[in-house]
Every structure is written in C-alpha cells, then in structure tokens.
T-cell receptor, first 111, second 114 residues
Framework: QQPVQSPQAVILREGEDAVINCSSS?????VHWYRQKHGEAPVFLMI?????EQKGHEKISASFNEKKQQSSLYLTASQLSYSGTYFC????????????FGTGTRLKVLA | EPEVTQTPSHQVTQMGQEVILRCVPI?????FYWYRQILGQKVEFLVS????????KSEIFDDQFSVERPDGSNFTLKIRSTKLEDSAMYFC????????????FGEGSRLTVL
C-alpha cells in the first residue's frame, strides 16, 4: 500500500529544476509533501486534497492528478538548501488521519 | 512556536531489555503518532492515537509495542524485549485534527540495540 516515489535519487546543480513523483496503486484522499534534512525530522511542505489541484509558489509547487493517484513536486531554480530527502505522505481514506509515507527521493544540490 | 519534544534523544540498550520513548505533543493537537525510520530508509508508520486509544496501527506494531498517554500530556512508546532490528530513529508526531494535514514531528529518539 506504500506509494512509490521516483526517482530514488537525483543530483542537481544550483539553478536546475527537478520533478519528484509519488504514485499510488489506488486513489488517495490527500497527499502531503515533506522534506527531511540529514539527521533531522521531516518538515511539512504542503498538502493537496483535490484532484487536478496545483499548489505552491514559483520555486516549490506540487500537483495532484485528476484520478488522485499521482502527485508531483516541482523544484525550480534549485538552491543548496533544497538538498534533503523528500517524502510524500498519503492518506487513503477521509478521516482516518493515517499517513503512509512514500519510498523517498534523495535530492542533492551542488554548487 | 509550539513544538513536539521527544526524550531521550539517544538510547542504547541491550537486546531483550524494555525501553520507553517519551513524547510531549503540541498541546491543542488531537492525533498523535509514532513513526520509525531505519537509518537512511523510509519513514514507517507504526501507530496513531486519538481520544485515548489506538486509532490505526501497522503490521509492524505487534504485541512487542504499546502506547500510552498516561497523564494527558506525555505520549509514550514502549518496546518490550528489544531486538537488534528495533534499532532505528523513532519519531513522534502530532496533528491538530483538521484538514490541514500538517504533521508536526519531534526531533526523534535514536534507539540502538546491542
């Protein structure tokens, strides 16, 4: 039941863009994105609830497809501070408040 | 800014011993969680707790584990008869309970079982 993220890892130069995908075999109620820096706790980035929704600002944004089985996180003009592991957190049913995290994507931004 | 606090930050124990990990969630939050992360790997859901009882639990959360909220503020995870494979970072998280869905995580308790 765990959502699958792709790619598993990505290395970028500062200023480059990246897309991280989170895919589920069945429809999700909601998806959230978290970033975890090495040795630290995950930190919430954003939540998407509606199919077709896009959210965020110009640097970090996310989308949720119409079928609510896939979400993508877009990192544009990456900065060194973007380095970390990104997880999608998924809720399969409304009101369960049970969040299952995806497999994770390690992102490293080089100067 | 309110935060989730966890103690201890690191605990070393011998295989077979019992450990208790403690968490103080954010005071007006309603849902509490324990997650486990083996070094460098995925964040695994263990259990959620609401209204003084377990709301959801994973297959990992077997009879070896238990949770309690003994005094209305602390939220504890007890691991009985620890095994080598229990070595991991254990994160407590809390959720206000609205559709914001923002889990607030503590800094984690690193458990090392020797």
């Amino acid at each position: 039941q765990q959502p699958v993220q792709s790619p598993q890892a990505v290395i970028l130069r500062e200023g480059e863009d990246a897309v991280i995908n989170c895919s589920s075999s069945k429809a999700l109620y909601s998806v959230h994105w978290y970033r975890q820096k090495h040795g630290e706790a995950p930190v919430f980035l954003m939540i998407l609830l509606k199919g077709g929704e896009q959210k965020g600002h110009e640097k970090i944004s996310a989308s949720f497809n119409e079928k609510k089985q896939q979400s993508s996180l877009y990192l544009t003009a990456s900065q060194l501070s973007y380095s970390g592991t990104y997880f999608c957190g998924t809720e399969y049913s409304s009101g369960t408040y049970k969040y299952i995290f995806g497999t994770g994507t390690r992102l490293k931004v080089l100067a | 800014e309110p935060e989730v606090t966890q103690t201890p930050s690191h605990q070393v124990t011998q295989m077979g011993q019992e450990v208790i990990l403690r968490c103080v969630p954010i005071s007006n939050h309603l849902y509490f969680y324990w997650y486990r992360q083996i070094l460098g790997q995925k964040v695994e859901f263990l259990v959620s707790f609401y209204n003084n009882e377990i709301s959801e639990k994973s297959e990992i959360f077997d009879d070896q584990f238990s949770v309690e909220r003994p005094d209305g503020s602390n939220f504890t995870l007890k691991i009985r008869s620890t095994k080598l494979e229990d070595s991991a970072m254990y994160f407590c998280a809390s959720l206000r309970g609205t559709n914001t869905g923002e889990l607030f995580f503590g800094e984690g308790s690193r458990l090392t079982v020797l």
